[in-house]
């Protein structure tokens, strides 16, 4: 099967963009000491969800350019441009994420 390739390069410039500037922004609220040390544990939430919401954005940073970016990781569908603008480092379609979000607890019947 041939490799699809989604977004366009000027997409993917946009969202590079957007990403570095949400890195940067993260990148101060964290500090660069706590992220040179990857064995520190977050205390605050806060924090946490800032260390791990870095992490997103540098992940999708690294996989920008691969044909697959913009694809949902789960379904395989286009994440909506309008989603990826205002969340870049999305990896799922809203659908794949709610479900990922909210799985329900397999109660036994
Ligand atoms: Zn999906």
Do not use: K, W
Not at 4 to 20: D, G, K, N, V
Not at 21 to 44: M, Q, W
Not at 62 to 78: K, M, N, T, V, Y
Request: with cysteine; glycine share 2%; proline share 6%.
């Amino acid at each position: 099967m041939e490799h699809r390739r989604y977004l366009t390069i000027q997409q993917r410039e946009a969202l590079q963009r957007l990403l570095r500037e949400r890195a940067d922004v993260l990148r101060l609220e964290i500090g660069e000491d706590r992220l040179a040390d990857l064995n520190v544990e977050p205390e605050a939430a806060a924090l946490a969800r800032d260390v791990v919401e870095f992490r997103e954005v540098e992940a999708a940073l690294s996989r920008l350019h691969e044909p697959d970016f913009g694809l949902c990781a789960d379904c395989g569908s286009d994440i909506p441009y309008a989603r990826l603008q205002a969340a870049p480092s999305a990896s799922r379609c809203l659908s794949c994420q709610a479900r990922a979000e909210h799985r329900p607890a397999r109660a036994a019947p």
